[in-house]
């Protein structure tokens, strides 16, 4: 089997996924921002063009088919070299393959200055301030240094860890009990349904970490605040209310939904013709 073929493959499920939704994204974007119907939004972004369609699209596109190449490839990797480590001690294979997957979240969170810089261009109190990915990072590096990079680690390795447990784990789980697929068509949409409802799922659970990441990374120099704080100042903040607390979080939802459905699709699809 050849090295490198789950790292390929991943990364190009996530650029597939990134040029599909990104204009998606955009219409939710304008909706947030300037609270217009969605076919308002769609009408501005005509308008704009196709050139802008797609403006601000690397940073995403970096980031994300690198990190699902990671996720996707050292979750093979690791599973590989634990199952022949584990095959003479009788461990059994889900808890080698939670602990791989576990692995390779906590790998993946080296890329959380990707996130730190996509934090800080969308937050419109930081527009005068950072004009680009590479200035963003230019400006992180050069007065505050690598630490400054790496805000919102600890939300961050929260989420990774299980929530690759759980979609790694709940994948082949979750296909069986859908119907039977004949086609590969069928296939395709067994894996679109089981990628987007974890996918969904993962993203309403681990929210409440989302929120506090973006808060977090919002700051830029300062103390450290613990995680637990931030969270606490943004419950109270919220007025202590659930609810509150999980505001955007139907959109995300849907976002993931199509999201983790095109991945998880592509990946299988991919997986088969390579």
């Given at each position: 089997?050849?090295?490198?073929?789950?790292?390929?493959?991943?990364?190009i499920?996530?650029?597939?996924?990134?040029?599909?939704?990104?204009?998606?994204?955009?219409?939710?974007?304008?909706?947030?921002?300037?609270?217009?119907?969605?076919?308002e939004?769609?009408?501005?972004?005509?308008?704009?063009?196709?050139?802008?369609?797609?403006?601000?699209?690397?940073?995403?596109?970096?980031?994300?088919?690198?990190?699902?190449?990671?996720?996707?490839?050292?979750?093979?990797?690791?599973?590989r070299?634990?199952?022949?480590?584990?095959?003479s001690?009788?461990?059994?294979?889900?808890?080698?393959?939670?602990?791989?997957?576990?692995?390779?979240?906590?790998?993946?969170?080296?890329?959380?200055?990707?996130?730190?810089?996509?934090?800080?261009?969308?937050?419109?109190?930081?527009?005068?301030?950072?004009?680009?990915?590479a200035?963003?990072?230019?400006t992180?590096?050069?007065?505050?240094?690598?630490?400054?990079?790496?805000?919102?680690?600890?939300?961050?390795?929260?989420?990774?860890?299980?929530?690759?447990?759980?979609?790694?784990?709940?994948?082949?789980?979750?296909?069986?009990?859908?119907?039977?697929?004949?086609?590969?068509?069928?296939?395709?949409?067994?894996?679109?349904?089981?990628?987007?409802?974890?996918?969904?799922?993962?993203?309403?659970?681990?929210?409440?970490?989302?929120?506090?990441?973006?808060?977090?990374?919002?700051?830029?120099?300062?103390?450290?605040?613990?995680?637990?704080?931030?969270?606490?100042?943004?419950?109270?903040?919220?007025?202590g209310?659930?609810?509150?607390?999980?505001?955007?979080?139907?959109?995300?939802y849907?976002?993931?939904?199509?999201?983790?459905?095109?991945?998880?699709?592509?990946?299988?699809?991919?997986?088969?013709?390579?």
């Open positions: 089997r050849a090295l490198g073929k789950h790292y390929v493959c991943g990364s499920a996530a650029f597939t996924n990134i040029v599909v939704t990104f204009p998606i994204q955009k219409v939710l974007f304008r909706q947030q921002l300037h609270g217009v119907l969605a076919t939004a769609v009408r501005q972004l005509q308008r704009d063009g196709l050139r802008n369609l797609y403006r601000g699209l690397l940073p995403p596109l970096l980031q994300k088919s690198t990190t699902v190449a990671i996720m996707f490839g050292l979750y093979e990797d690791f599973s070299v634990l199952l022949d480590l584990a095959d001690s009788g461990v059994p294979e889900l808890v080698t393959r939670s602990f791989a997957a576990a692995l390779a979240g906590t790998a993946e969170a080296i890329l959380t200055p990707f996130e730190r810089v996509q934090t800080l261009l969308q937050d419109h109190r930081h527009h005068a301030r950072f004009n680009n990915t200035h963003t990072f230019r992180l590096l050069t007065e505050y240094g690598v630490r400054e990079c790496y805000r919102g680690l600890v939300p961050i390795l929260l989420r990774n860890g299980p929530s690759n447990v759980l979609f790694f784990g709940l994948r082949g789980p979750i296909k069986e009990q859908l119907p039977e697929a004949t086609s590969r068509a069928g296939h395709l949409v067994n894996d679109f349904v089981c990628g987007g409802v974890l996918g969904a799922a993962l993203g309403i659970m681990f929210y409440p970490l989302n929120v506090v990441k973006s808060r977090a990374q919002s700051q830029v120099g300062g103390a450290f605040q613990p995680c637990g704080k931030v969270l606490l100042t943004v419950w109270r903040e919220r007025g209310s659930l609810a509150m607390l999980f505001r955007g979080a139907h959109l995300n849907h976002r993931s939904l199509l999201s983790w459905g095109i991945i998880n699709a592509t990946y299988e699809l991919l997986l088969k013709l390579i």
